[in-house]
């Protein structure tokens, strides 16, 4: 059973920064693949930003190239998502998700098969 915790969301003005965390744990092989997505009320859940353990491969979304980044630590089983210069458009609930089915459109959420809970992040 893999399980998945958020956290570092919050609410911050516009040119804020924020750094989400998400620790796995469970099956050793879930981190290979992770992705942090984004969902609002006006939309459905996103990709923002993945990343492949093997290779340090990662992907992100048009509208947060240059400002977020997406890490992981393998000792502390955490992925992480640094986002700078915040601005009301990233505002939403953060999903971290992991277990992914296959190592390519890992910007699907359907790709993977274990989800965290979401971090609030509110940009004003």
């Known amino acids: 059973h893999v399980q998945l915790v958020e956290s570092g969301g919050g609410s911050v003005q516009a040119g804020g920064s924020l750094r989400l965390s998400c620790v796995v744990s469970?099956?050793?092989?879930?981190?290979?693949?992770m992705g942090w997505f984004r969902q609002t009320p006006e939309k459905e859940r996103e990709g923002v930003a993945t990343?492949?353990?093997?290779?340090?491969?990662?992907w992100y979304a048009d509208s947060v190239k240059g400002r977020f980044t997406i890490s992981q630590d393998n000792s502390r089983n955490t992925v992480y998502l640094e986002m700078l210069n915040l601005q009301p458009d990233v505002t939403g609930t953060y999903f971290c998700?992991?277990?992914?089915?296959?190592?390519?459109?890992?910007?699907?959420?359907?790709?993977?098969?274990?989800w965290g809970r979401g971090t609030q992040v509110t940009v004003s």
């Open positions: 998700a992991a277990d992914a089915t296959r190592d390519d459109s890992l910007f699907l959420p359907n790709t993977y098969r274990s």
């Open positions: 469970g099956r050793p092989s879930a981190n290979y693949c």
């Open positions: 990343i492949v353990t093997s290779g340090g491969r990662t």
